[in-house]
């Protein structure tokens, strides 16, 4: 059997809670938001394994994950997202890097890019930009909104994240949205 699998950080839920609440502000974005419980960061997709690789996708995570110490990460601004392109497809929250975080996720990237046979996408070429997905937009009631109809999206906010544990995910995708559970979850620095 194969499982759609990604490593992540999972928020606490009162982080949860702050940022479902994004979506009151915006009423009028024709947008599909993730469920309060969805809400994570992802480190690394690594797309479908079978039952032998997500074993041994647990066992690489966890010995990375003992290298590496618990540490802070700072959720900033609100965005439509990804940065850059002239029709946004999502709303983001975005995170300011950190040396921690960029040395976690550079190791699990070259841990696992080096034993699998999936390369990097484009996306992810252009360097790790730490981010949670908040909404994505229906592309096509977004693109026929009039301009001044259209929010600014670019809000400055200040929430600190512990950074303590990452977890190994799945993702099904179901009609009404992906449905993700945590296939274990590793301790930083244990």
Same mark, same amino acid.
């Given at each position: 059997?194969?499982?759609?699998?990604?490593?992540?950080?999972?928020?606490?839920?009162?982080?949860?809670?702050? +940022?479902?609440?994004?979506?009151?502000?915006?009423?009028?974005?024709?947008?599909?938001?993730?469920?309060?419980? @969805?809400?994570?960061?992802?480190? +690394?997709?690594?797309?479908?394994?079978?039952?032998?690789?997500?074993?041994?996708?647990?066992?690489?995570?966890?010995?990375?994950?003992?290298?590496?110490?618990?540490?802070?990460?700072?959720?900033?601004?609100?965005?439509?997202?990804?940065?850059?392109?002239?029709?946004?497809?999502?709303?983001?929250?975005?995170?300011?890097?950190?040396?921690? +975080?960029?040395?976690?996720?550079?190791?699990?990237?070259?841990?696992?890019?080096?034993?699998?046979?999936?390369?990097?996408?484009?996306?992810?070429?252009?360097?790790?930009?730490?981010?949670?997905?908040?909404?994505?937009?229906?592309?096509?009631?977004?693109?026929?909104?009039?301009?001044?109809?259209?929010?600014?999206? @670019?809000?400055?906010?200040?929430?600190?994240?512990?950074?303590?544990?990452?977890?190994?995910?799945?993702?099904? +995708?179901?009609?009404?949205?992906?449905?993700?559970?945590?296939?274990?979850?590793?301790?930083?620095?244990?």
């Amino acid at each position: 059997m194969n499982h759609r699998v990604f490593i992540a950080i999972n928020l606490l839920p009162e982080i949860r809670e702050k +940022l479902y609440s994004t979506r009151d502000q915006y009423p009028q974005l024709p947008c599909r938001w993730v469920k309060k419980e @969805n809400l994570h960061l992802t480190l +690394l997709f690594l797309g479908y394994l079978n039952d032998e690789e997500v074993l041994q996708t647990c066992k690489t995570t966890r010995e990375i994950g003992k290298k590496h110490q618990p540490f802070d990460l700072e959720l900033n601004r609100i965005i439509f997202a990804p940065p850059g392109k002239k029709i946004p497809r999502m709303i983001w929250v975005q995170g300011q890097p950190s040396k921690e +975080l960029a040395a976690l996720q550079h190791d699990l990237e070259n841990s696992f890019f080096d034993k699998m046979t999936r390369q990097p996408d484009e996306d992810e070429k252009h360097g790790f930009a730490p981010h949670a997905t908040l909404g994505r937009l229906k592309q096509w009631q977004f693109q026929q909104m009039e301009q001044e109809e259209i929010p600014e999206i @670019n809000n400055e906010i200040s929430l600190t994240v512990p950074v303590e544990s990452i977890e190994v995910m799945e993702s099904e +995708l179901k009609r009404e949205g992906p449905e993700y559970s945590i296939l274990e979850s590793i301790s930083l620095g244990v």
